[in-house]
Nanobody, 117 residues
């Protein structure tokens, strides 16, 4: 069983930045960030394959958010710039073993991001 731990959420004003971190207890190499706002469906916003660094982004965050991984293949980060009130949500880290097919069996408990106007 893999456990994920997120950190770095908080409250910022519109236009500000935050960096989220995720650490997995296993050597998972498929990692992603999702978010869910109240009353909305969960949205995958960024993913990374730590073996080759391949990334993908949702249109809603493209150009503002950057996903990366640390030296260890079981860590992922989400740098969030130019934050908007509509980015307010609970953010979740997800991970799984290769192949990185978009399915994730391991989830963190979430970290809240609140952006005020």
């Amino acid at each position: 069983q893999v456990q994920l731990q997120e950190s770095g959420g908080g409250s910022v004003q519109s236009g500000g930045s935050l960096k989220l971190s995720c650490a997995a207890s296993g050597d998972t190499r498929c990692m992603a960030w999702f978010r869910q706002a109240p009353g909305k469906e969960r949205e995958r916003i960024a993913s990374i394959e730590t073996d080759n660094g391949a990334t993908s982004y949702a249109d809603s965050v493209k150009g503002r958010f950057t996903i990366s991984h640390g030296n260890a293949s079981n860590r992922a980060y989400l740098q969030m710039n130019s934050l908007k009130p509509e980015d307010t949500a609970m953010y979740y880290c997800a991970a799984d073993w290769p192949p990185c097919d978009g399915n994730y069996n391991y989830w963190g408990q979430g970290t809240q991001v609140t952006v005020s106007s």
